[in-house]
């Protein structure tokens, strides 16, 4: 088992709450990744981080934020929720030196729901 | 940009018979790596088995193994003496070596619904 962690596990909230979910890992990886996983399963890389106080948008234009401060923590907030967010997020972790070459490890996933 | 296709949407199998699931990729790099990971309902999205796309011979992870053709930029999974427990969406993935600082999250296919027929 993985140790990444993701709460919570499912989330139904109302249009224009702020909302943040978590992700913390505990195997000091310095690498940290949030995908998008839509309906029909596809995944899209939406935000990452190489450490702390590192984070870069990815390659789905998302409107929600991240921030890392600490190695093993790596939270997504959405300002104001809309059903359009309405998917569900993975978190993801992996190692970080010159030319890596490991496998990324997953969180158990948020679903989210906004109505 | 990457793409990954995976041309199955969904799969079905006996109990102990054997499936492959197919990939192809589009990529202009020469090195890179590629995956397939495992996702069963309502769980955790797990690696199955990777390959380095500089070394030629194939991946093998007990009952997985890969057929790696590079130069089709294909990468299709086979599992053999397929059980109950390997019922999931299976995700084929592609990373680029990237320099320190670069991008290098994956790209992954759409993946292949896998059901095993008792």
């Known amino acids: 088992e993985a140790d990444i962690y993701q709460t919570p596990r499912y989330l139904v909230i109302g249009t224009g709450k702020k909302i943040t979910l978590e992700c913390s890992q505990t195997m000091g990886h310095d690498k940290m990744y949030w995908y998008q996983q839509d309906p029909g399963m596809e995944l899209h890389l939406i935000h990452y981080s190489y450490g702390v106080n590192s984070t870069e948008k990815g390659d789905l234009s998302s409107e929600s934020t991240v921030s890392r401060i600490r190695t093993e923590h790596f939270p997504l907030t959405l300002e104001s929720a809309r059903p359009s967010h309405t998917s569900q997020y993975l978190c993801a972790s992996s190692e970080f030196f010159e030319g890596a070459r490991t496998e990324a490890f997953f969180g158990q996933g948020t679903r989210l729901t906004v109505v | 940009a990457q793409t990954v296709t995976q041309s199955q949407p969904e799969m079905s199998v006996q109990e102990a018979e054997t499936v492959t699931l197919s990939c192809t990729y589009d990529t202009s790099e020469s090195d890179y790596y590629l995956f397939w990971y495992k996702q069963p309902p309502s769980r955790q999205m797990i690696l199955v088995i990777r390959?380095?796309?500089?070394?030629?011979q194939n991946a093998t992870e007990n009952r997985f193994s890969v057929n790696f053709q590079k130069a089709a930029k294909s990468f299709s999974l086979k599992i053999s003496d397929s059980q109950l427990g390997d019922a999931a969406m299976y995700f084929c993935a592609y990373r680029k070596l990237e320099p320190l600082g670069g991008a290098d999250g994956l790209t992954f296919g759409k993946g292949t619904h896998l059901i095993i027929q008792p």
């Open positions: 390959q380095e796309a500089y070394k030629q």
